[in-house]
């Protein structure tokens, strides 16, 4: 997960744990350690997968892609 699917820009992804293992929603909820690079704004993008098949594609339980890409920004410190 931290290697394959998050695009970071201005920092690096540390640490990725899943916060409910071996249960029934055990891929739905994560927790993820970003640390930034400086005092600049990070940003964090979930690309949309094309392949549900490909290393570190997010796909719909059923197979489907998503809608589309989810990126957030974190303003760095004022």
Known sequence: MRDDVLE????????????????DDRNRSWEL???PDGDNAMQIALPAAT???TTGAICATDGRT?????????????
């Open 8 to 23: 970071v820009t201005g920092g690096e992804v540390t640490k990725v744990r899943r916060l409910h293992p071996g249960s």
């Open 33 to 35: 350690t970003i640390a």
């Open 51 to 53: 392949d549900c098949e």
């Open 66 to 78: 998503l809608n589309g890409p989810v990126t957030l920004t974190i303003p760095g410190p004022a």
